[in-house]
């Protein structure tokens, strides 16, 4: 290894192909009990059992064969509920799985679009230098602390000691100035949000220097993800179906569309240490599919749920529970800045003023908020502007006589959106927008042909995405984005925010740019989707809020529920004889775009 030099900064090398050499995997750990000699397992009964007594002792006789029957049956449900996947112990299960809907079509990570691989393998198999928590704020992960210079150019990072692959090969910052060098030389997926990227090295191996040419205030969000995953230089696997990283799990099985399975990593060095040994990721087409799967019992999380499919669980709230999480999606009514139509500001205001948000989102279980802006709540720059366009229908009416309609002179316009949203939404829409003289078409179409007639030929008036990417204002700063929407007033303060070189500076900035996107109205932001998961009553630190695109699992555990009888008399707690070597599993359900189309031209989800 060599410290102090620089990183690699070429471009346009082709990646090599990557060849064969899985991570190690870890069979599931196994508990003993432990007892006092005696026919209990509780030792203060051994004790009274075992003390000299007098007088007739046939009851004390009956009462110890009693009890050693009640051993024998308690040993034979604890191989039964072990048979599950449970600790005789705690009674923790060592096996879940957890169901998406999104499922990744190979482990490429550095190369394959689409967030079924971020929520799948960030901060569970491979781990970058800082990471995001629930809050969406960055916090140490590789790294254990860093400084920033004056000018905000230079970032020194300090690597944690003792940090290991999972194939217990030491990393280092060797790796680190190896990994982003990498990114930028052969421009891996999300090379392009490194901005102002110039050059790192080692400086020692337990210290990193990245450089920039100029301020760039997102870099450390940026390093959170995949930009900031760090890889082992020269490892030999096969990059499609295993992966190598210092995470809490290692891959053991991937069947593409189908299944990933996950194994705690025995030489995982961190405090993000896996409580369950054993995850599977499997992955349901149908939404009904997975409902059924949590109502069998071979699933035991389904993350998110839609709210039209949540009442069998509201119903049985001894055995289910509901939790609704934060997101950073943001359901964008966009209307086409260069369409003949719509870039008349007056129409796009009166849109605004005329669609009851309250009503949409009731109509969707009312877990979602308003939003009003392009920032939502777990963004720098957010501030609620919902204010800004009330419902209003008179103001509405009023505006959409300034440009010459009326209901009995309606003004024609075309709503086209995938068919992934459904169709409620589209005549929610036009139901509301009628009485202010518009007569709204409703175009439900396939993905393909949203994306060739919306986002490359600009062919819509309105359109509906489910934008779920988080710190995603470049896209209102950018006039060749498919909005039309071209502001060099937005464009000067983003540039300014993300040059900023403190935090609060550039947040301050943001919310200004985003308060007059907002005014322009050269969208609509329906809501602010929030993300209601139903899982199991026994299921533990499943996180719940940004779980669509980041979903670290380290800290899941699943305990079995009720006690169902069994055969013989015995009763096997959290456990029953039909599910006997079933494995649990979790489900997740799709929001935006961002699995399906590849950056940096995409809508984001």
């Not at 009274?48 to 002792?57: F, I, K, M, Q």
């Not at 049956?73 to 809907?101: D, H, I, Y």
């Not at 990994?179 to 949000?193: G, N, P």
């Not at 949203?450 to 209102?476: G, I, K, P």
Request: with cysteine.
């Amino acid at each position: 290894m060599s410290y102090g030099s620089e990183g690699v900064h070429t471009t346009g090398s082709t990646t090599p192909t990557a060849q064969g050499e899985p991570g190690p995997e870890s069979g599931a750990a196994e508990s003993s009990l432990s007892q006092e000699d005696g026919p209990s397992t509780d030792a203060f009964l051994n004790q009274r059992l075992n003390a000299p007594r007098g007088g007739n002792t046939l009851p004390w006789k009956l009462l110890s064969l009693c009890l050693a029957l009640a051993l024998i049956c308690s040993l034979w449900a604890g191989q039964n509920v072990r048979k599950l996947g449970a600790s005789s112990g705690s009674q923790l299960a060592e096996s879940v799985s957890v169901g998406l809907k999104l499922a990744p079509t190979n482990l490429d990570i550095r190369n394959q679009s689409g967030s079924a691989l971020d929520q799948a393998l960030v901060g569970n198999v491979y781990e970058s230098l800082v990471l995001r928590d629930s809050n969406n704020k960055v916090q140490p992960s590789l790294a254990s602390n860093w400084t920033v210079s004056e000018d905000a150019t230079t970032y020194t990072f300090q690597l944690n000691r003792g940090i290991t692959f999972s194939n217990g090969d030491k990393l280092d910052a060797d790796d680190v100035a190896w990994s982003i060098s990498e990114l930028v030389t052969r421009k891996y997926h999300d090379a392009e949000q490194l901005r102002n990227f110039h050059s790192i090295r080692a400086l020692n191996p337990q210290t990193v220097e990245l450089k920039l040419s100029a301020p760039y205030a997102d870099l450390l969000w940026v390093l959170s993800g995949r930009p900031g995953l760090v890889f082992k230089k020269n490892a030999r696997y096969d990059s499609k179906t295993q992966a190598l990283g210092s995470g809490p799990y290692t891959v053991s099985q991937f069947v593409p569309n189908d299944s990933l399975t996950l194994k705690a990593n025995p030489n995982y060095w961190g405090q993000h240490k896996a409580l369950t040994p054993t995850l599977r990721l499997r992955y349901f087409a149908d939404d009904n599919a997975a409902v059924n799967a949590l109502q069998s019992g071979d699933v035991q999380v389904l993350a998110p749920i839609s709210a039209n499919l949540t009442a069998p669980f509201e119903q049985d709230k001894d055995r289910y529970k509901l939790q609704v999480g934060e997101g950073t999606d943001k359901y964008v009514l966009a209307f086409n800045g260069k369409g003949e139509k719509t870039s008349n500001p007056a129409v796009r205001q009166a849109i605004r003023y005329a669609i009851d948000h309250q009503q949409l989102i009731a109509s969707r279980g009312g877990s979602d908020l308003r939003l009003g802006g392009p920032i939502p709540k777990l963004d720098p720059g957010y501030e609620d502007l919902s204010g800004l366009y009330p419902h209003d229908l008179a103001k509405a009416t009023e505006l959409m006589a300034q440009a010459g309609y009326s209901s009995e002179h309606p003004l024609k316009l075309r709503l086209t959106y995938a068919n992934t949203y459904g169709s409620e939404l589209g005549e929610q829409l036009r139901s509301q927008l009628k009485p202010i003289g518009i007569d709204l078409q409703v175009q439900v179409v396939e993905f393909s042909t949203w994306m060739q007639n919306v986002y490359t030929n600009r062919d819509y008036d309105l359109s509906l995405v489910d934008h779920s990417e988080s710190h995603d204002f470049a896209q209102w700063a950018n006039p060749k984005y498919y909005y039309g929407y071209d502001s060099p007033q937005v464009q000067e303060l983003y540039q300014q925010a993300m040059s900023a070189r403190s935090s609060q500076e550039s947040a301050k900035l943001l919310a200004q740019a985003a308060r007059q996107v907002s005014q322009d109205a050269p969208a609509d932001w329906l809501f602010n989707y929030q993300i209601t998961t139903a899982m199991l009553a026994g299921v533990s630190g499943f996180p719940l809020s940004l779980n669509q695109t980041l979903m670290p699992l380290w800290g899941v555990s699943y305990q079995p529920g009720a006690s169902q009888p069994s055969p013989g008399g015995c009763s096997v707690t959290g456990a029953t004889s039909a599910n006997a070597g079933r494995q649990p599993n979790v489900s997740v359900m799709p929001s935006g775009l961002s699995a399906q189309l590849a950056r940096p031209a995409q809508p984001r989800s």
